[in-house]
């Protein structure tokens, strides 16, 4: 499954707070800090761009995916 090229930073915020249990702790200028504790403690920096860079964005999938013990194209299904 390809990745998006038009998801902003706010929507995939947006998604994790919704379906994977983040919550939005602060934000610190164009980045928002997002941190979970399920089922351990995850911290997670999303850049509140208006369209994230490929990169950025498999960075961050796979880092949710790692930490969940989900496949990365699962996350990308509920994208």
């Known amino acids: 499954m390809k990745l998006p ?3 902003s930073g ?3 915020t947006r998604m994790l707070c919704r ?3 983040y919550r939005i702790m602060h934000q610190v200028g164009s980045h ?3 941190q979970t504790e399920m089922p351990s403690h995850q911290r997670i920096v999303i850049p509140d761009h208006d369209v994230l860079r490929p990169g950025t964005l498999n960075g961050i999938l796979r880092s949710v995916a790692r930490h ?3 496949l990365r194209e699962t ?3 509920s994208l």
């Open 5 to 7: 090229r038009d998801l």
């Open 10 to 12: 706010r929507r995939l």
């Open 19 to 21: 379906r994977w249990d």
């Open 32 to 34: 928002i800090v997002l």
């Open 68 to 70: 969940k013990s989900i």
């Open 75 to 77: 996350l990308m299904q």
